[in-house]
């Protein structure tokens, strides 16, 4: 006999949450910032460059290189970039206003709507939230993380002009966990802070300008919020004209690069089932191994005459019509006899 | 005293090719129920019984040897089971097939009828459980059929419409197989080749051999292991 069942109880299932960064090469903290000069075409309304910079890890052509994430720029009204065609009935259909709309499509599934901060606070719309014209986005590459992003691991800090350095994080452990839920999944504020905690009480971030942004981890993105960003660091504030590369997204790139810290990890939801193989003392003790017997099927040693001795080096899984579904490997030989007795957890993730 | 090693070992498995396939299938053929061991790789050559520090020392060479990592091939992995038998045997197993490499013409028919040896000190038999047949590339014969263990354990499997070399296994006494008759997967090859393989299920023994598949009727090239031969892919 070759092959033994299992029973019910030796069939265990596990599902675990694995994080891991979201970097390539595991890098924990991203320090480098670098654009790819093809890529980066910014002057023409069709060109990918003009609807979104790719961030390598490393100079592109080098080894290791890798699109990390993107950066966009959307505008309500389509300024800041050029028109796609400049003629009446066609203004503002530009790049900036298609990465403003498809974002608002994803998040609200509804043309209406507009990205709103939490809060206005002046004395004519007091408590109601702030809609800023445009947005600057950071979209992770999809292949760089598994199932999402992991919220409370966010830290992106800022650099340019102004105020110096600004470290954004979301709101996630300040709002312990409790997360708006949208089109694009889970939504929590970008404000000042660290690893998810909050600086202040509020999320009012700046006064009448709201908060910096919103962080989408199950869609793999982070919304900006212009107005209230650029009270902090006025390299970002945007060029609005109308017909007129401003590349607002490469200033959102300069202000990345100097900030010289994106830390952000991912999280994968790994479901694992556990097979417990027994393997008993009067089972699995020969083998059809042919270097254990002569040319006439005899065994090779006479010292394992009723006492013979094989080494386990592999175990397959098969199903009820004996296809091989699945194999493991020991990373050394078990030794196995009429004395001895195994139990082996043999681990299969899907 | 010391503390009772209360451990066990814990192994990461890998889908094969075949189990990708079952899954994807999402009917219900994906699900484990039996395993096997296997000691690929051993070579008992190693094993000195006469080792100078005793016998307890005779596996050393082999207990120490680092092992490859698992490879999703489901035919050219689990090649030498681990089985079990009384302590007092000291033959294994072996099946013998008379017909060891068929050659077939385009719809040509064939069949194996496996004999095992050394097997509950009978010389010969036909192992009472039957036998696994699993041909390598379905889709090189328009008819695979075993036969001898009831319709239930038996099977007649329908040709596999595929791009890629698919694996498929029956079970019977002796395996009947018609090679197709188009010539779609012989591209400008002249001769093609896969590989059936026959396990026994009481006895674990193991046999492989070359099925040819002739476009031109009339030859009788043969197949022999070591020799270069197209095997589609």
Redo the contacts between chains.
């Keep these: 006999?070759?092959?033994?069942?299992?029973n019910q109880e030796d069939?265990v299932n596990d599902t675990q949450r694995v994080v891991t960064s979201t970097w390539s090469n595991n890098t924990n903290t991203l320090t480098n910032a670098h654009t790819s000069s093809a890529q980066a075409n910014l002057t023409t309304a069709t060109s990918s460059g003009a609807f979104f910079i790719e961030v390598y890890n490393l100079a592109t052509g080098s080894e290791g290189a890798a699109v990390q994430y993107a950066l966009s720029y959307g505008h309500k009204a389509g300024s800041g970039s050029l028109d796609f065609t400049n003629d009446t009935n066609a203004y503002g259909n530009s790049p900036s206003k298609v990465i403003y709309n498809q974002y608002k499509q994803l998040v609200f599934g509804d043309e209406t709507k507009n990205f709103q901060f939490p809060g206005d606070t002046d004395s004519i719309s007091a408590g109601t939230s702030f809609t800023p014209d445009d947005i600057y986005v950071i979209n992770v590459n999809r292949s760089r993380y598994k199932n999402n992003l992991k919220p409370g691991t966010l830290d992106l800090t800022l650099s340019g002009s102004g105020l110096g350095f600004l470290h954004l994080t979301d709101d996630s452990i300040t709002a312990t966990g409790s997360a708006v839920i949208t089109n694009a999944g889970r939504q929590f504020n970008i404000v000042s802070g660290s690893s998810g905690v909050r600086s202040g009480s509020s999320n009012v971030q700046i006064t009448d300008s709201g908060s910096y942004g919103l962080f989408y981890p199950d869609s793999g993105f982070i919304i900006l919020n212009p107005a209230a960003i650029d009270h902090q660091n006025t390299d970002l504030v945007p060029e609005v004209a109308q017909n007129t590369a401003n590349n607002n997204h490469q200033k959102l790139f300069n202000a990345v690069k100097d900030g010289i810290s994106f830390t952000l990890d991912s999280e994968e939801k790994i479901s694992s089932?556990y097979?417990?193989?027994r393997?008993k003392n009067?089972?699995?003790?020969?083998?059809?191994?042919?270097?254990?017997?002569d040319n006439?099927?005899?065994?090779?040693?006479t010292?394992m005459?009723?006492?013979?001795?094989?080494?386990?080096?592999?175990?397959?899984?098969?199903?009820?019509?004996?296809?091989?579904?699945?194999?493991?490997?020991?990373?050394?030989?078990?030794?196995?006899d009429?004395s001895k007795e195994?139990?082996?957890?043999?681990?299969?993730?899907y | 005293m010391g503390y009772l090693d209360n451990s066990?070992?814990?192994?990461?498995?890998?889908?094969?090719k075949?189990?990708r396939e079952?899954l994807s299938r999402n009917d219900g053929?994906?699900?484990?129920?039996?395993?096997?061991?296997?000691?690929?790789?051993?070579?008992?050559?190693l094993?000195n019984?006469n080792h100078p520090n005793g016998?307890q020392y005779?596996?050393e060479a082999?207990?120490?040897?680092?092992?490859?990592?698992?490879f999703?091939d489901?035919n050219n992995?689990?090649k030498?089971?681990?089985?079990?038998?009384n302590?007092?045997?000291?033959?294994?197993?072996?099946i013998t097939i008379s017909n060891q490499a068929p050659i077939l013409q385009k719809g040509g028919v064939d069949s194996i009828t496996p004999q095992t040896?050394?097997y509950n000190g009978i010389n010969t038999l036909s192992e009472p459980s039957g036998y696994?047949f699993t041909v390598k590339d379905r889709r090189l014969f328009s008819s695979f059929t075993a036969t001898g263990q009831g319709s239930a354990a038996s099977g007649t499997t329908q040709p596999i419409a595929s791009t890629v070399a698919v694996s498929e296994?029956v079970?019977g006494n002796s395996l009947s197989f018609t090679a197709i008759s188009t010539d779609s997967l012989f591209g400008t090859n002249n001769q093609i080749i896969t590989t059936i393989t026959i396990?026994?299920?009481?006895?674990?023994?193991?046999a492989t051999i070359p099925v040819t598949i002739n476009k031109i009727a009339g030859s009788t090239t043969q197949f022999e292991t070591g020799k270069t031969a197209v095997e589609v892919q």
Aim: aromatic content about 10%; cysteine-free; glycine content about 4%.
């Design positions: 006999m070759a092959r033994q069942d299992y069939v089932k097979y417990f193989t393997v009067a089972q699995f003790n020969f083998t059809t191994n042919p270097s254990f017997i006439d099927g005899n065994l090779r040693y010292t005459e009723n006492n013979p001795k094989v080494y386990i080096t592999t175990i397959g899984l098969y199903n009820d019509t004996n296809d091989l579904i699945a194999v493991a490997k020991l990373s050394q030989p078990l030794a196995k009429f195994a139990l082996i957890r043999v681990k299969l993730d | 066990s070992i814990t192994v990461d498995a890998i889908l094969t075949k189990g079952l053929s994906f699900n484990i129920t039996s395993f096997a061991l296997a000691d690929d790789e051993i070579d008992y050559s094993f019984e016998s005779a596996g082999i207990e120490n040897m680092p092992l490859l990592e698992a999703p489901e992995i689990m030498h089971k681990l089985i079990s038998l302590q007092n045997i000291t033959r294994i197993p072996i040896s050394n696994l296994t079970i396990e026994g299920l009481d006895t674990g023994a193991r």
